[in-house]
């Protein structure tokens, strides 16, 4: 009944983009011909059908109402998602060694991303108005990076952005993706945004990861704090930030697979989900297992509008030049290279990890410029700042003096 009401609006009031927002699952089978019909009408006319048209096809009769299609598409998709969760609760009683699998897709089916559109690409209003909001906000329309420097580099996150980092073992790839989860939260605290930050780990445990980012809120030594050696004047600060503190961060580190860590982002509908070694959420170590790992990482940014920020491995013996990495030192080039919208290759040459410095070349930006930023790191404070930084064609005359054949006057190499 409410397909006929929903469909009575649409055609009255000629308003086709409501039409193309319902998807097929939101209506039960015995209805879905209807809409499919007169979807496929328009696609082929231009128009909508008259009412008689669609009542004389289906021998039906399109129940008059005065609602907005808004409304009835709104009551579509509540029907929809109490079938879902009825439906789950019977087959987790008939199948209870599944209710657990059975329930997680029932969620991520539930929290379906019913606010897609077909965009009308002559709607120039709407983009003028994407325009101004950019303009204001120095390129970035989704979320800030919190990091000035990223910023700069990527315009900030977008809502659909896979961006990868690969560093070889014990570089720090846990350290920067925690210091970009902190810049983020700082962000929302800021701004006063109310949303969450889903850090999933698969390299350490939730009590490891929480106190790393407390050594990096108190500013204190990590190593000190896990051994429970701070000085007294360390610990005061230590409790009283502990007291009363605001964080978005929730951490996960039990997962199995691609499809948990959906199930997570379906409850949570974070601003921005970080996955601390997304290779071990694949079946084995091929590269096409984990192609497929990094393709639905993907698909899910795109499908849920939550950019994701992945770390993954080198190629061993990667990432040790003083100059820069390359986007062929992922160990799993083909998956991870291939699907990322922002690729960072972290590197540090002997020297360099004597002063506790790490570089990190932006290798694969789709936007901006080829990055190259070096950090400086203070361990018994636990902080972090940029000492160097160089972009395009300042990476082009470095390469150049340190013998690459790569041609100085061709800049465009530099920005994949």
Same mark, same amino acid.
């Given at each position: 009944?409410?397909? #006929? ?70 009551? $579509?998709?509540?029907?929809?998602? @109490? ?16 209710? !657990? ?38 390129? &970035? ?7 000035? %420097? ?18 070889? %073992?014990?570089?720090?790839?846990? /350290? ?7 810049? !983020? ?22 009590? %490891?990861? %929480? ?63 970080? &996955? ?40 061993? #013996? ?8 390359? $986007? ?26 004597? @002063? ?5 070349? /932006? ?54």
């Amino acid at each position: 009944m409410i397909v #006929e009401k929903f469909l009575f609006s649409v055609i009255s009031s000629g308003d086709k983009e409501v039409l193309f927002k319902v998807k097929d699952e939101f209506v039960p089978l015995k209805e879905r011909p209807y809409l499919e019909f007169v979807k496929d009408f328009y696609s082929k006319h231009n128009k909508l059908p008259d009412l008689d048209t669609v009542e004389d096809k289906f021998n039906i009769q399109l129940l008059d109402n005065t609602e907005t299609t808004d409304y009835w598409y709104s009551e $579509i998709v509540d029907k929809y998602q @109490e079938y879902v969760i009825e439906q789950a609760i019977i087959n987790s009683a008939k199948n209870k060694t599944k209710a !657990l699998d059975i329930m997680q897709q029932a969620i991520v089916d539930y929290n379906v991303d019913v606010g897609g559109k077909i965009y009308d690409y002559s709607d120039g209003v709407r983009r003028i108005s994407e325009y101004d909001k950019r303009k204001g906000s120095g390129g &970035i329309n989704y979320l800030s990076t919190g990091s000035d %420097e990223l910023d700069s580099m990527s315009l900030g996150y977008k809502r659909a952005d896979l961006w990868t980092i690969g560093g070889r %073992e014990g570089l720090g790839k846990t /350290w920067y993706i925690l210091r970009m989860a902190e810049w !983020l939260d700082q962000y929302l605290l800021d701004k006063r945004i109310n949303k969450s930050i889903l850090f999933v780990s698969g390299e350490m445990d939730a009590g %490891e990861i %929480e106190e790393r980012l407390d050594a990096i809120r108190c500013e204190i030594s990590y190593a000190k704090l896990s051994k429970g050696d701070l000085s007294a004047g360390e610990e005061r600060k230590y409790k009283r930030y502990l007291q009363g503190f605001e964080s978005n961060i929730r951490i996960v580190d039990s997962f199995d697979s691609i499809k948990d860590v959906e199930y997570y982002m379906g409850i949570y509908r974070p601003a921005l989900t970080f &996955i601390d070694g997304s290779h071990l959420l694949s079946s084995s170590y091929d590269w096409t297992d984990i192609a497929k790992v990094t393709a639905s990482m993907k698909r899910m940014t795109r499908n849920n509008k939550i950019p994701i920020v992945n770390t993954t491995h080198l190629k061993a #013996e990667r990432g040790k030049s003083a100059q820069g990495g390359d $986007i062929d030192d992922f160990a799993y080039t083909k998956g991870y290279t291939r699907d990322s919208d922002i690729v960072g290759v972290m590197y540090a040459s002997d020297m360099m990890e004597l @002063e506790n410095k790490v570089g990190f070349d /932006w290798v694969k930006v789709r936007r901006g410029s080829r990055t190259q930023l070096i950090y400086q790191n203070d361990y018994d404070k636990c902080t972090t700042e940029v000492i160097e930084s160089k972009v395009g064609s300042q990476i082009a005359s470095a390469k150049i003096g340190g013998g690459s054949n790569r041609n100085k006057s061709d800049d465009t190499q530099l920005d994949y």
